[in-house]
């Protein structure tokens, strides 16, 4: 079973995950990282470019792990983790090769400890956000310009950045470059649509694609799964 709800970090989600009978549903690219508790664990999740199948996983990430994370919104959690995006792009790693590991270990078995892992792995998030300060808001404006449908280049413009300075904060803050982030920021929007019941068509207009054909290309290329076995519906 999967929980979720808003953490006190802005823009962050808080959630758990239970094991239960069937399958672990794949996780979807959407620009976010995650900082992760298994017990006895805490992982970082990088930023993806593809799914990631916690079926497919060995060790405590497995699909039969009881879990609970932060989710960091798109260009937060560099600044809070302290590590560039780009280096844990389509990774889950151990957040001991990331800090000091007697500083993993007492967090850890605070975590552990908790009654509600969730709620302390949430106050862990507040403690490091406060010490990496407020978020940039260039970035949030960035993923925002991206969202709405903009190019990279007007995008860049608006900034005050050249393309190859976006470029370049882009792999830092997100983990890949601009057009990446924007594909998967798409992708995310068009998902929510045709969940929400809009027909392929229609969400694919919506969206920004070119046609309904094109969204299911980009759906394949980005979760390695057709449109309709996704959200387990046709058209």
């Keep these: 079973m999967y929980r979720e ?9 808080v959630w758990s995950r239970t094991p239960g009978p069937g399958p672990v549903s794949a996780v979807l690219p959407d620009g976010c990282m995650d900082l992760l508790w298994v017990r006895g664990h805490l992982y970082v ?11 497919a996983a060995e060790g405590p990430l497995g699909q039969d792990a009881a879990m609970a994370g932060v989710r960091f919104p798109p260009g937060r959690a560099p600044a809070v983790l302290g590590v560039p995006a780009h ?7 151990p957040l001991a090769e990331l800090w000091p590991a007697a500083e993993v270990r007492e967090f850890t078995a605070r975590v552990d400890a908790a009654r509600d892992p969730a709620a302390a792995l949430e106050a862990l998030a507040l403690r490091q956000a406060a010490r990496g300060g407020p978020a940039d ?10 969202d709405a449908g903009g ?3 007007a995008t ?11 470029h370049r904060l882009s792999l830092a803050a997100f983990g890949y470059g601009p057009k990446t982030l924007a594909r998967i920021l798409r992708l995310q929007r068009a998902l929510a649509l045709a969940r929400a019941g809009t027909a392929f068509a229609t969400t694919a ?31």
């Design 5 to 13: 709800r808003p953490a006190r970090l802005d823009g962050a989600q």
């Design 45 to 55: 999740a990088g930023p993806d470019t593809h799914a990631f199948r916690p079926g």
């Design 87 to 93: 280096a844990l792009r389509d990774q889950r790693v």
């Design 137 to 146: 808001p260039l970035l949030t404006r960035l993923v925002a310009a991206l």
């Design 151 to 153: 190019s990279v280049a």
């Design 156 to 166: 860049a413009e608006a900034a005050g950045l050249g393309t190859r300075q976006l």
């Design 205 to 235: 207009a919506l969206s920004g694609y070119a046609d309904q054909a094109h969204l299911a290309r980009e759906v394949r290329e980005l979760t390695g799964m057709p449109l309709g076995e996704l959200l387990g519906r046709e058209g």
